[in-house]
């Protein structure tokens, strides 16, 4: 592994946008607190679809693969829309975690309280919400076999939600071990009560369990979870799922919880000594693309993130997480952030206002 090397893959749509505010902060951090760190962009999404005919190169991969870590912006756009998924930019984002292994997506849905307004629920339900969902994706109905058929006059579409016992017990482990250093809790969200795969999930999560017992461990239903997500956000510590549930609770989390999608960085963890991937959890909007009215913070976030994990230097991390809500108390928003009262910027801006106020303290 190249130690010092962070591979960038800025994607579609506004993820160059969003990376480019992400990088200025990387090395922000880089000369305030003198790490080494070696960032290279390469290939990957649409525009290699356009010049190479796959999503995800094979030295794009390879150098993925040696890098301590890569930072991703999004994948997507409506000119790819009719392709089969191996001929989708976002074919790109899933063969990168299944070929780098990495398997839980950890996804923080902590609420800032400067942007308590731009959530639907009132700020008392907010107040003490603290969210991890670690959701598996390396698995699941991602990636099990999926088909079309055609006969005679019905056509036929399946998806296979497949988890194998080893692919839940890794995940559950990480799940115990982080919510050690949290509040010592996980919630396993599944549909257990109709789904197969779901039961093995539950009796594999306990099986683990029996290792973990400091750690308080429920069940929940993924459509009571989405329900209690709202009712009782504060109730959530850490929230283990797999992949499709992950995805949708983590959507929901983000929009009704901290306010938008755009703000939730994530980190996407194998065992140690392997690449890890970390990168903002929304959509390309091509709509807006090129217009310097992206949101940068879940991309800007999610480099907290990698300092915290795959540099593991806490101060670097949290030297841009203090810089961002201090942008935000100042009332800084981008467009898609905009309230009354508060002073719109552009991406660019927002991130030059979030470098200047990174220091080492
Ligand atoms: C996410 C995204 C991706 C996913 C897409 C782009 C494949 O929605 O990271 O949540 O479904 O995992
Ligand atoms: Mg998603």
Redesign the pocket.
């Known amino acids: 592994m190249n130690e010092n090397k962070v591979i960038i893959l800025p994607g579609d749509g506004i993820g160059p946008e969003v990376v480019a505010e992400a990088v200025k902060a990387l090395k922000k951090a880089v000369s305030l607190f003198g790490l080494e760190m070696v960032m290279q962009e390469m290939l990957a999404g649409g525009e290699a679809l356009d010049k190479l005919d796959v999503p995800l190169p094979d030295d794009t991969l390879q150098a993925c693969r040696k890098a301590r870590a890569v930072l991703h912006g999004?994948?997507?756009g409506p000119q790819w829309e009719d392709f089969p998924l191996s001929k989708r930019p976002?074919a790109a984002?899933?063969n990168l975690r299944k070929e780098l292994d990495v398997y839980a997506?950890l996804r923080y849905a902590r609420p800032l309280p400067s942007l308590f307004d731009k959530a639907p629920l009132k700020p008392e339900y907010l107040a003490n919400v603290d969210i991890l969902i670690i959701r598996e994706?390396t698995s699941g109905i991602?990636f099990g076999p999926k088909e079309r058929r055609t006969l005679g006059r019905s056509t036929r579409a399946s998806d296979t939600m497949v988890y194998a016992d080893f692919e839940i017990e890794r995940a559950a482990r990480r799940a115990f071990e982080i919510a050690r250093t949290r509040k010592g809790k996980v919630t396993c969200v599944d549909k257990a009560n109709v789904l197969e795969s779901s039961r093995l999930w539950r009796k594999i999560t306990r099986d683990v369990h029996r290792e973990y017992s400091d750690v308080e461990l429920d069940f929940m239903y993924v459509d009571v979870c989405a329900m209690q997500l709202v009712l009782n956000p504060a109730n959530f510590d850490v929230i283990l799922t797999s992949?499709i549930f992950g995805?949708i609770l983590?959507?929901e989390a983000s929009a009704v919880l901290v306010g938008s999608v755009g703000v939730l960085p994530?980190a996407t963890l194998g065992e140690e000594e392997k690449t890890s991937l970390f990168g903002p959890?929304h959509?390309p909007v091509n709509e807006i693309a090129g217009q310097n009215k992206a949101n940068p913070l879940g991309t800007v976030l999610s480099a907290a993130l990698l300092l915290r994990f795959a540099w593991q230097n806490e101060e670097a991390a949290l030297s841009i997480e203090r810089a961002v809500e201090k942008v935000l108390e100042e009332g800084y928003r981008s467009t898609e952030l905009m309230s009354a009262g508060k002073k719109e910027v552009g991406t660019r801006e927002m991130g030059d206002l979030i470098v200047e106020r990174m220091t080492r303290t």
Do not use: C, H, K, R
């Open positions: 999004t994948f997507g976002l984002l899933l997506n994706v991602y992949n995805d983590s959507d994530s959890i959509g």
